[in-house]
């Protein structure tokens, strides 16, 4: 622990420098504090950390407390983002400063910007953002504010009592958060650096700014959060159920049912409502809806428009919005790997946890077989915040050494691990033909009624004659014949010993050659659908195999729009292959985590 208490020591000491007017500029900062260090990733599972919260804490508490709340409205010109709509609305947003701000020592900015403030009906309303949202929001006010870090709550356009269309994920919504982010870096008590942070929707909003390219946005820290609007709902064309109705729940809890909700409602609002079933029913109509995607994905314009640094974080096992976020894209495009290969300064933590913050252990408690509880053990992260601290000490005060450029990636059996990328970049790949495989009878998905057989393909493979670690995205190319211009095949995969689900693809054959762009098929015809898992990080003991389980549709996604009439026939051949890539490990990056005694 002497090492962590010298740490803050210099901390205090590079901040009365800079209040003494020593230390200038962010370059000069890191050149300052060379000598700052922090317990190694490798030594924190030895170190004593609070467990008995909901979240994570830091090593040490900070010197400073919060002053009293602060509110302001920004006014924005919205005459150029919408059709119909006011030609002038308001961000509103409050925020917190730490009492060292008194003294005129300028801080930067941690901000949650989010439609869920005030969020829901009329009379169960979540709080406003004058109140320390919780969860996400204490987590910060109570780690990082004694740091010195402001803290922000940011309502976006058209929600709590920032003015304008609720317009969901588009242009005037980034344009809202664009001003915001500007306005937060440049107060007479912020530093000019702004890092952002949240899971799912606040993890889309910094996507949005990202993608408008503010100087002041430094870094940001999505966790499970949205990079595109039409890859979250749809996986190679198969549609997610919440897709034909999204748009209109989010509207339907941030109006207040009275005459102010005329400013919230712009064209888009009536857009939204037709995008779901017109992508879903006629894929090759989906053109017709592509501005409206295109103004709401973000990962592509932020790689263009943006300088700064990304901490990203996601479940391996969420289901809403799933890995494919992160390590997807369109066809051939992994975004993670892109945004390193730009150049960016990326850190990954991924854990096997669903749509949950890395130390959020209560939820992490709800996980089940097959989703992550055989991780459960070894699954949240008390160190979280320290993590985290060491992150935004560098890219926003530019205390201490550089981050080192990793990925935590944590296995499906719970064991921990840190690699230079993921998937990494050494693994190998094992071709294995279906044809080798058992099929179990049936090779037709779907469209029960009409051929009179079961709906479902079962194919079991040979077992393993050693261990073999799966990491990154396996591959199924599987010949198949359609009957319609339509059809679906969602493939679980299995461990064929204990049946424990691995993971799992999805594809509409309209979409055979992957991506968000209909490619269609001509009834009759035998394509190669190139479908894509999730990613996968598990290991596959010595005499176990894979059994894949081919129905029409799992879990969430809706059965293809044109129901029992499009059975596709599967062929369990030679020319259908499924290709694992895998890795060998010695366990020198084994990494132990904190865990609860």
């Given amino acids: 622990m002497r090492r962590v208490s010298l740490a803050y020591l210099l901390v205090g000491l590079y901040i009365l420098s800079v209040a003494s007017g020593c230390i200038s500029s962010m370059d000069e900062d890191r ?117 010195g870090y402001a803290f922000a709550q940011v309502s976006v356009f058209g929600t709590e009592l920032s003015t304008g269309c609720f317009d969901y994920r588009g242009l005037g919504e980034g344009l809202g958060i664009h001003h915001a982010v500007e306005w937060l870096g440049t107060q007479e008590w912020s530093n000019g650096n702004v890092g952002l942070y949240g899971k799912s ?22 966790v499970s959060g949205t990079t595109a609007l039409h890859p979250l709902l749809y996986k190679n064309g198969s549609a997610e159920a919440r897709s034909q109705i999204m748009h209109m729940n989010y509207f339907s809890s941030t109006v207040d049912y009275n005459e102010d909700d005329l400013d919230n409602v712009c064209p888009d609002i009536a857009e939204g409502l037709f995008a779901g079933p017109v992508t879903y029913i006629a894929g090759e109509m989906d053109p017709y809806m592509q501005n409206y995607y295109d103004d709401r994905s973000h990962i592509d314009k932020a790689i263009n428009n943006w300088q700064g640094s990304i901490f990203w974080v996601q479940g391996m096992q969420d289901w809403n919005v799933d890995p494919h976020q992160v390590f997807g894209g369109p066809p051939g495009i992994n975004w993670y790997q892109e945004y390193v290969d730009e150049g960016f300064s990326v850190r990954g933590m991924f854990g096997q946890w669903g749509h ?162 209909p490619t269609g098929v001509i009834p009759g015809e035998t394509v190669t659908m190139m479908m894509e898992f999730q990613g996968l990080d598990h290991l596959l003991p010595s005499g176990h195999g894979i059994k894949l389980v081919m129905t029409t549709s799992g879990k969430d996604y809706l059965a293809p729009a044109c129901g029992a009439a499009c059975p596709v026939h599967v062929h369990i051949t030679d020319d259908s292959t499924i290709s694992i890539p895998f890795i060998e490990r010695d366990g020198n990056r084994v990494l132990i985590t904190p865990q609860r005694e």
């Fill in 356 to 517: 949950h913050y890395p130390d959020q252990v209560s939820s992490h408690d709800g996980v089940n077989s097959g989703n992550g509880l055989e991780a459960r053990g070894n699954m949240t992260r008390w160190d979280w915040a320290q993590d985290l601290f060491e992150w935004f000490e560098y890219y926003l005060k530019g205390i201490g050494p550089e981050p080192e450029q990793i990925v935590q990636i944590q296995r499906s059996d719970g064991q921990w691990r840190i690699e230079e990328n993921w998937p990494p970049d050494d693994l190998d790949w094992i071709d294995l033909p279906l044809g080798d495989c058992t099929n179990m009878g049936n090779s037709w998905v779907g469209g029960a009624p009409v051929i009179g057989g079961a709906s479902e393909v079962i194919v079991e493979c040979p077992a393993f004659d050693f261990d073999i670690h799966i990491s990154g995205l396996v591959r199924l190319h599987l010949l198949a014949t359609s009957v319609f211009d339509g059809g679906q095949v969602f493939v679980e995969m299995q461990d064929s010993s204990t049946g424990i689900r691995i993971g799992h693809a999805t594809m509409d054959i309209r979409y055979h050659e992957g991506g968000n762009e």
């Fill in 31 to 147: 050149s300052s504090d060379s000598e700052v260090s922090y317990p190694s990733i490798w030594d924190r599972h030895s170190l004593k950390w609070q467990t008995n919260h909901t979240f994570s804490f830091l090593l040490e508490p900070g010197p400073f407390y919060p002053l009293d709340v602060q509110e302001a409205f920004i006014e924005v010109d919205t005459s150029e983002v919408w059709e119909v709509g006011p030609s002038v609305s308001n961000i509103h947003l409050s925020y917190w400063l730490p009492n060292n701000t008194i003294a005129g020592e300028k801080v930067p900015v941690i901000a949650v910007i989010s439609p869920y403030f005030s969020y829901g009906q009329p009379g169960s309303e979540s709080g406003a953002t004058n109140v320390v949202g919780s969860g996400r929001g204490e987590f910060i006010f109570e780690n990082f504010i004694p740091h």
């Fill in 201 to 222: 929707y606040e993890g889309a909003t910094q996507w949005e700014a990202a993608a408008m390219g503010s100087e002041f946005l430094k870094t940001i820290v999505p």
